[in-house]
């Protein structure tokens, strides 16, 4: 079983650990427009939001904050939302944006967001720190079953032009990213896979085998 509260916690000190050896004005190329404050400043806001849905079951605002010291406040907002998972039932009944209305989706959806964002704050500074097998694969997960189909159903992206079948090279995991028979395919690690379907890595990136026409599919929004 995989240890949220543990990824997120080592996760969450390696974005601190950025914020200690380099210039928060360093851009992310992951993100657009982003400096690496615009992207702490952001995780940490999202931290503080499900805490506050957590703590009290209901739907939240995401508040704006008015930061003076980053890496301070931050932290505050990590140890706050650990906290809050580690002592909350993951059974609890708790609102959410999904059919899952309960504190286990908080609690994974936070240890993937931080991963995701740690994984960015390291590339704008150097090389990025593995993502583990395990939690990447959960990550994949999430992306085929919850985020593609909310793009879809939003109407943020049209339905799929071809069904890809993805294949963890090191976990041995599959999936089917959506609906009928897959004409198209996809091997790579787990991490990669998660890092392609989060536009963080290219389809054509060396790490990454393709078949059928799976960059059709790979080049839309899969993900908010």
């Given at each position: 079983?995989?240890?949220?509260?543990?990824?997120?916690?080592?996760?969450?000190?390696?974005?601190?650990?950025?914020?200690?050896?380099?210039?928060?004005?360093?851009?992310?190329?992951?993100?657009?427009?982003?400096?690496?404050?615009?992207?702490?400043?952001?995780?940490?806001?999202?931290?503080?939001?499900?805490?506050?849905?957590?703590?009290?079951?209901?739907?939240?605002?995401?508040?704006?904050?008015?930061?003076?010291?980053l890496?301070?406040?931050?932290?505050?907002?990590?140890?706050?939302?650990?906290?809050?998972?580690?002592?909350?039932?993951?059974?609890?009944?708790?609102?959410?944006f999904?059919?899952?209305?309960?504190?286990?989706?908080?609690?994974?959806?936070?240890?993937?967001?931080?991963?995701?964002?740690?994984?960015?704050?390291?590339?704008?500074?150097?090389?990025?720190?593995?993502?583990?097998?395990?939690?990447?694969?959960?990550?994949?997960g999430?992306?085929?079953?919850?985020m593609?189909?909310?793009?879809?159903?939003?109407?943020?992206?049209?339905?799929?032009?071809?069904?890809v079948?993805?294949?963890a090279?090191?976990?041995?995991?599959d999936?089917?990213?959506?609906?009928?028979?897959?004409?198209?395919?996809?091997?790579?690690?787990?991490?990669?896979?998660?890092?392609?379907?989060?536009?963080r890595?290219?389809?054509?990136?060396?790490?990454?085998?393709?078949?059928?026409?799976?960059?059709?599919?790979?080049?839309?929004?899969?993900?908010?």
């Amino acid at each position: 079983m995989t240890d949220y509260l543990a990824h997120l916690r080592a996760d969450c000190d390696a974005v601190l650990a950025v914020l200690a050896r380099s210039d928060a004005t360093e851009p992310v190329a992951a993100c657009p427009g982003w400096t690496v404050g615009d992207l702490v400043l952001h995780l940490g806001s999202v931290h503080r939001w499900a805490t506050q849905i957590v703590r009290t079951g209901e739907a939240q605002r995401e508040a704006d904050h008015d930061v003076e010291e980053l890496a301070p406040w931050f932290a505050e907002g990590a140890d706050a939302l650990i906290d809050t998972l580690g002592a909350a039932d993951p059974a609890a009944a708790c609102w959410s944006f999904t059919r899952d209305r309960t504190v286990a989706f908080w609690l994974r959806r936070q240890a993937l967001e931080t991963v995701v964002h740690r994984w960015d704050a390291d590339r704008a500074v150097g090389e990025p720190g593995p993502i583990a097998p395990l939690l990447a694969a959960d990550g994949v997960g999430e992306v085929v079953m919850l985020m593609t189909p909310r793009q879809i159903a939003l109407e943020r992206i049209p339905p799929l032009p071809a069904t890809v079948l993805l294949h963890a090279t090191d976990t041995g995991h599959d999936w089917r990213l959506g609906d009928g028979r897959p004409s198209a395919g996809v091997e790579a690690t787990a991490e990669s896979l998660l890092l392609l379907l989060w536009h963080r890595i290219e389809p054509r990136d060396p790490r990454v085998r393709l078949s059928g026409d799976a960059a059709d599919v790979l080049r839309l929004a899969l993900t908010p």
